[in-house]
């Protein structure tokens, strides 16, 4: 009996320890993320745990700008936040939630769309505008007040109308299928996949990761030249800023995807190590131009001296 009481003790010590000491020893990472980079960063974030085999990282992808309210608005708590905007960290979550963050992509703005899309033989960068605004033709996009790809199309539109000289062009694309305005990419694409929707204002990577067919706009419209910054510029918007009572005016510019360690963030030197993992041009930088972004010569670090 007393060899019996021992080994059911002894037996019982050594679970409650091995689970003491491995929940002890591993450590999770949350990452924040643009749901445009859902793919590239799921392929960043294993590589990173087979180097780290006692880390776990979650990931929560969602419209940028939704993201960033999780922080300021609901007050969650993040490793690293990556946003499809680096204008999302500057407007909403700096200096109070971060003091530095890194420009480290970029993408390129277009239509979407499959062969059984209406008139998908035809379209082109010089009718795209007059296809999209026939009858028969439905179009979906993103929300500008949660995802920055829903903001970048309205820019495309307002950049389109001057690049082609059609007056009235943006307020009736602005009229037209509102009912297909969706939070993020990823809803986008179930629509256009599904067949609901002809073609889906997108970025060029996500067209590539998907096999979708892509119409490339010129690129006075398509946000992915710093030179022509000036241009783009001439595009703005308003949108609901850090507080439902903010309203922030965001202005046109060429597309530049950010990240940051937000100052509260839990593991602050795991998300450091993270981060240069990301940030390395033989790692993952390699990952995200595979998967179609184009990059930076160098990694831009803010914020600027302007400030």
């Known amino acids: 009996m007393r060899l019996s009481v021992f080994i059911l003790a002894a037996w019982l010590a050594l679970i409650f320890s091995g689970c003491g000491s491995g929940s002890s020893q591993e450590k999770q990472l949350l990452i924040f993320h643009a749901g445009s980079v859902s793919q590239p960063i799921l392929k960043v974030s294993d590589a990173f745990m087979k180097q780290h085999p006692s ?14 309210r999780k922080i300021t608005e609901l007050q969650r708590i993040c490793d690293v936040f990556i946003s499809a905007d680096i204008f999302v960290i500057e407007k909403m979550l700096w200096p109070r939630f971060t003091n530095r963050w890194y ?6 703005m277009g239509i979407a769309f499959t062969p059984q899309s209406r008139y998908a033989i035809t379209i082109n960068e010089n009718n795209w505008y007059e296809i999209l605004l026939r009858d028969d033709v ?4 993103a929300d500008p007040q949660a995802d920055p790809c829903g903001y970048r199309t309205l820019f495309v539109w307002q950049l389109a109308e001057k690049f082609y000289n059609k007056p009235g062009m943006n307020n009736k694309l602005l009229r ?4 297909f305005i969706r939070p993020k990419e990823s809803d ?13 204002f ?7 990761q998907h096999g979708l067919r892509f119409l490339e706009l010129p690129d006075s419209i398509n946000l992915s030249k710093p030179e022509l910054q000036f241009f783009y510029q001439s595009a703005s918007i308003q949108l609901r800023g850090r507080s439902p009572q903010d309203i922030m005016e965001l202005r046109g510019s060429s597309i530049l995807y950010g990240v940051t360690q937000p100052l509260n963030a839990p593991h602050p030197d795991l998300a450091q190590e993270y981060l240069r993992f990301l940030l390395d041009k033989t790692k993952g ?8 972004h184009s990059l930076p010569d160098t990694i831009f670090v803010y914020p600027p001296k302007y400030h």
């Open 55 to 68: 880390v776990k990282i979650l990931h929560e992808s969602a419209g940028s700008v939704e993201s960033a």
């Open 103 to 108: 420009g480290f992509a970029s993408n390129a």
């Open 138 to 141: 439905i179009f979906a996009r």
């Open 176 to 179: 037209k299928d509102n009912n």
């Open 188 to 200: 986008l694409l179930m629509l256009l996949q599904t067949h609901n929707v002809d073609y889906i």
């Open 202 to 208: 997108l970025y060029r990577s996500l067209a590539l």
């Open 285 to 292: 930088q390699r990952i995200f131009e595979a998967a179609g």
